[in-house]
């Protein structure tokens, strides 16, 4: 039974950065491939990227790759989003998911954690 | 990158009747499509994979169809566990995965 527990709520400054966790069970973690989505109040989903823990590989979305570090601990099969320069528009809902072995879709979602930005 | 577009952005429905959901693509992503129903205060939850297959444990009123540009999500006699926001995603180019705004299924 794969599991994904995130980190609880946060409330942040504008300009500073947030670290969210997210502790994984029940799968093979260095074999899996973990992405991080997000989702405003009220709005869609919206991909932010995914790593690959077997050799650390990442991919971002262009919109997101020079503040977002998606990164892993093997040793605690963890999955860390760091999201740096924050602004009120970084407010949202953010998941931690696993992706498909089969593909590029996503087949268990974290709980999320609510990172609100606000001065 | 890929813009998935969904139609309607809202339906009406009554219990028991079917719904039909209705996801286009800005390219050809062959059948690299998923379907995921959120209700409100949880995480997603995968349909329908490569199009047409559902995923483990998902109940058999849930089809998928289409390929290409083009793509359906299919619920037949809709339930009241069943009202809730769909989206679609596709996975043939990325990064980054694409989704849908959503399409939200209402109870008439």
């Known amino acids: 039974q794969v599991q994904l527990v995130q980190s609880g709520s946060e409330v942040k400054k504008p300009g500073s950065s947030v670290k969210v966790s997210c502790a994984t069970s029940?799968?093979?973690?260095?074999?899996?491939?973990f992405s991080w989505v997000r989702q405003a109040p009220g709005q869609g989903l919206e991909w932010l990227g995914r790593i690959t823990p077997i050799h650390d590989t990442t991919h971002y979305a262009q919109k997101f790759e020079a503040r977002v570090a998606i990164t892993a601990d093997k040793s605690t099969t963890t999955v860390y989003m760091e999201l740096s320069s924050l602004t009120s528009d970084d407010t949202a809902t953010y998941y931690c998911?696993?992706?498909?072995?089969?593909?590029?879709?996503?087949?268990?979602w974290g709980q999320g954690t609510l990172v609100t930005v606000s001065s | 990158e890929i813009v998935m577009t969904q139609s309607p952005a809202t339906l009406s429905v009554s219990p028991g009747e079917r719904a039909t959901l209705y996801c286009r693509a800005s390219?050809?992503?062959?059948?690299?499509l998923a379907w995921y129903q959120q209700k409100p205060g949880q995480a997603p939850r995968l349909l329908i994979y490569?199009?047409?297959t559902r995923a483990s444990g998902i109940e058999d009123r849930f089809s998928g169809s289409g390929s290409g540009t083009e793509f359906t999500l299919t619920i037949s006699r809709l339930q009241s566990e069943d009202f809730a926001v769909y989206y679609c995603q596709q996975y043939e180019y990325w990064p980054p995965y694409t989704f849908g705004q959503g399409a939200k299924v209402e109870i008439k």
């Open positions: 029940g799968g093979a973690f260095t074999r899996t491939t």
């Open positions: 998911a696993r992706d498909a072995a089969r593909g590029y879709y996503i087949d268990h």
């Open positions: 490569g199009a047409s």
């Open positions: 390219q050809s992503v062959g059948n690299n």
